[in-house]
């Protein structure tokens, strides 16, 4: 018999990379998620469309059926059962869902203890955060009582794993075919902690997982550096009126702050790791290669989404520009597309000024909006440095706005 899997939160990557690869590896996948229209679409077609690009731009289709599909509020007592009875349980969500995942996971977990089950509860957690793991530990403490604790520590394995693939939202074309289907790379493997054979055997894993031992180097490595050359383009192609990441990857200015800013957090992170994560000419080459490609459409507005958690204190601008400064180095670049972010203004009308870092700045200036948003103390030396290029920066962008406006 085929071993189910719950996949907390259906978006593209739950659904167009996590649910493609368990599909063709033959698993039964429940998707989870808290949007209704997307379960009700799920339930009623009952298959989604899986674009995929190779490095040379070949496109492959995958249609990926066999699924169930649940509303984690309509339908929760159904959701949490199969929470309770799931081989295996994956999370693809942001930060804001956390705290409900957690809150669901210890309604599972109740249940099991209740029923005395002695087998072990592995939960793959999956999200672009440094310090996945830790927090959600913290969550779950938080949401359990001392007896389901006690339950927690012998018989549930919360493991990091790196969501790699990028996936989009689909074309208009796309969307024609298929309104759920997805766009993406052809990534076909998940780096998952190897502590996850605390619980679960090598030959029951999924068998697209590469087992790794430093996954907070894994998250590191890919959010203070990947991550920050991917959102300075978004940031700077969103502040040039572009679409697509592959329009700004062209934009040779654009790609040349983007590039130094990869490496200004590259070095840094070479201090922590050594010189084995050292970026060759070689690996630049082929980033560039990847991001001017235009197979998979990639939308700028999905890639600088949510702007104040991409500028919150440890994630892909202010980690590493730290790390840059703790070490030595300007962290120049970095602040510049940091400072871009600052200019985001959310197209729906009805944004609140959480979704609208443009509309905050208005109202509480530049200075109070940086501390606020990248969390910097300014009395502390390092913290200064960041906060005072990010401001300096932000300041030259927008006396260049306006030197054009008034001389075009
Ligand atoms: N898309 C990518 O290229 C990519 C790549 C690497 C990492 N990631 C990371 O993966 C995570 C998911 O990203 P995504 O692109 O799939 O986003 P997405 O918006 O497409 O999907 C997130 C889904 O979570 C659902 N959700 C929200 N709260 C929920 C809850 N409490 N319970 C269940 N479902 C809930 C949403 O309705 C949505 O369908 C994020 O942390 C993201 O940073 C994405
Ligand atoms: O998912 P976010 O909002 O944290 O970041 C947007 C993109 O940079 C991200 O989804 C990348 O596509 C992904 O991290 C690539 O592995």
Redesign the pocket.
Known sequence: MNKKVVI??????????LGELLYLDGWNVVY????KA?TDQLKAKKEFHVFKYSESGEESVVTVKNFEAVN?IEDHSEYIGHLADADLVMT??????FE??AK?LAEAIHIKRKKDKKNWFTVLL????VGLKTDYDALMKQELSDTDMSYYSQHVNMVES????????PTEEQYTIDPLSVQ?EDLSTLQVNDDVLLSISEESLPSFIILENDTDKCMKTKIWQGNTLHCTLAFMGLAANKTFLYESARDEYIRECADKAFREANLALTKLYGDEIQITEEKMKNTWKEFTDDSVK?WLI?VGRNPMRKLAKNDRFIGPALLCVQNGIMPYFICKGAAHGFLYENANANATSDQDIARLVKDIGIEASISQICGLDITKPDEKIVYDLILKSYQDIVMENNRILSYS
Do not use: C, E, K, V
Not at 32 to 35: N, V, Y
Not at 162 to 169: A, K, P, Q, T, Y
């Open positions: 907390i939160g259906a978006g593209s990557s739950g659904r167009g990379y989870a998620d808290i949007d997307l984690t693809a969500l942001f930060p804001d869902a409900q995942a669901d999956g999200a672009n955060y790196i969501i790699r693939r990028i996936n989009s939202m993406g990639d999905r």
